[in-house]
């Protein structure tokens, strides 16, 4: 209960930016973008044989329709795929968490940074009502993948300065390398 009532603008914060990227995620927008159907291909492929709809299983890439693509994506919204029987929420679902996470690692950057309070409420309300976040939340596109992975990387970079916990140095090396 003492955690509650310390960090409850946080937890208004990441629901506001959860409510905000998970809201009609089925219908807004209105139809899937050829990247979220070839996502869905893939998600489906590795459901039912454990390999990319072109047969291959490989860790670093996968096979698309025209280009090689980062696995994070695929393997973000395997997780999260069996939630839903609609095909739209089943291929934004991930992106849709991973633009909360973003939201999260904004703030915890911040709050490494500056350790001021006020700064990383602002900086949390930034990244949960940007338009520009919002957008590429609802859709699934390997920005927001990129964007996560930066600011995991920032995290554990900044957080094994401050503690020198050697954990953090190879997550950090780690989260670089997705």
Not at 83 to 104: D, K, N
Not at 114 to 143: C, D, K, M, Q
Not at 159 to 171: E, I, S, V
Request: with cysteine.
């Amino acid at each position: 209960m003492k955690f509650l009532r310390k960090n409850w603008p946080y937890l208004v914060i990441i629901s506001f930016a959860f409510f905000v990227r998970f809201y009609k995620l089925s219908q807004v927008p209105s139809a899937l973008y050829y990247d979220e159907i070839d996502l869905g291909y893939q998600i489906r492929s590795y459901q039912q044989t454990g390999k990319d709809y072109r047969g291959e299983l490989t860790p670093f890439y996968a096979r698309s329709f025209n280009t090689d693509k980062t696995p994070l994506p695929i393997w973000f919204s395997l997780v999260f795929s069996n939630l839903s029987s609609t095909p739209e929420v089943q291929v934004r679902t991930g992106t849709a968490v991973a633009g909360v996470l973003v939201t999260i690692m904004a703030m915890g950057i911040t709050c490494l940074l500056f350790s001021n309070y006020s700064t990383t409420l602002i900086t949390g309300l930034v990244f949960a009502s940007s338009p520009w976040l919002i957008h590429f939340s609802r859709l699934a596109f390997e920005a927001q993948f990129a964007l996560l992975g930066m600011f995991a990387f920032l995290y554990c970079f900044l957080t094994w300065q401050k503690t020198n916990k050697t954990n953090f140095l190879y997550l950090s090396a780690l989260t670089l390398g997705l």
